[in-house]
């Protein structure tokens, strides 16, 4: 039986984070692994008509700015389309929130991934904003049983100064697809635009 796997994007538009997990959709073998990706946004997303065309589903759960109904979505979504053996957050500190609502459901492999070095910002708030960024990384580290992180700096960023005592968080470099990047175009007219030799 295939593992389900439900992973929290905020939406599938042309970004780093969605490229990368596009890679892995391309390539993940759908007798061993079944995915859905639940977003955040109402709006139409550049990879989402390949995603559908893949038979994954899109998901929607709106109203993250509004906990009470988020989270009625959300474990509305859960029940209805779950049950999920994993869930594959990257929705950077709100991914606290997230995994809080998710062990109320029962679902304890519960997986965060950092992608920003979010720490200049992060030392700047204030107020509410702090408040829930101290909540949300208590809840991480609370819930989360593993952490994954793009470089060391993410990983700080949301695990903290000492994340490299703990076990659960890893550095996990995002690689690109080599294989469109093989063959140069015959066309020079761009080198020539943007003043390229032809030899660099």
Excluded at 61 to 80: G, M
Excluded at 150 to 159: G, K, M, N, T, V
Aim: proline share 5%.
């Amino acid at each position: 039986m295939a593992m389900r796997i439900l992973h929290i994007m905020g939406g599938m538009h042309r970004g780093g984070v969605e490229a990368c997990l596009m890679q892995f959709l391309r390539k993940i073998d759908p007798q061993r692994f079944q995915i859905d990706i639940q977003v955040h946004t109402p709006i139409k997303c550049d990879y989402d008509e390949e995603i559908q065309q893949m038979g994954i589903p899109i998901i929607h759960c709106p109203n993250y700015h509004n906990p009470i109904r988020y989270a009625w979505n959300f474990l509305r979504i859960l029940r209805k389309y779950g049950p999920y053996d994993i869930i594959h957050s990257q929705v950077h500190h709100y991914s606290g929130f997230i995994f809080r609502l998710a062990r109320l459901a029962g679902i304890r492999r519960l997986v965060v991934h950092s992608h920003n070095d979010t720490r200049i910002f992060d030392c700047q708030a204030k107020g509410f904003r702090k408040f829930y960024l101290n909540l949300m990384t208590a809840w991480i580290q609370k819930y989360a049983s593993v952490g994954l992180a793009c470089s060391r700096e993410a990983a700080y960023a949301l695990y903290g100064r000492f994340w490299e005592n703990d076990p659960r968080w890893q550095i996990l470099y995002c690689g690109i697809e080599l294989e469109p990047f093989k063959t140069c175009p015959v066309d020079n007219s761009i080198r020539q635009k943007l003043q390229i030799p032809a030899d660099a």
